[in-house]
């Protein structure tokens, strides 16, 4: 898919948005809200920018739980080709011999994003989970 005009050219040079909140449930407001408008600003319909924000809650919400609120959430948002990356990395996970979908309503994601990747973060680097999702962008 070829995305074309005066806005994709401006977003095709590249961007790069990063939010660190506290691993806690009041930071999911803004993190929704954030990625929302960056799925709005990609010219995302309202279904599609409510699947980005469900899905991204979803998986912050599951990092939460999993770091039992000890720890931050990095929210990073950019292209992958015509696809909106979300990339949701926990740090301070309490168990690292958990796996990376432990607790992860995965069907639910799966069927709102075109991929879905887990990973698990080792030490020395913090331990963790880091979760990337890409959403289809039309073409304006």
Known sequence: MS??????????????????????????????HAVGGVAVALGMGPADVA????????????AIRRVDGNGTLEVACGLDG?????TVRD?????????????????????LTETIELRRLKAPHAAGTEVTMTFALEAA
Request: aromatic share 2%; with cysteine; proline share 7%.
């Open 3 to 32: 995305l074309t005009g005066p806005r994709w050219q401006a977003i095709e040079q590249g961007f790069d948005l990063r939010l660190g909140v506290p691993a806690d449930a009041a930071a999911l407001s803004v993190v929704r």
């Open 51 to 62: 699947d980005v924000r469900l899905a991204v809650t979803e998986v912050c919400s599951t």
């Open 82 to 86: 015509a696809a909106l990356r979300v």
């Open 91 to 111: 740090e301070g996970a309490r168990g690292a011999q958990e796996s990376p979908a432990e607790g992860l309503p995965l069907p639910l994601v799966a069927a």
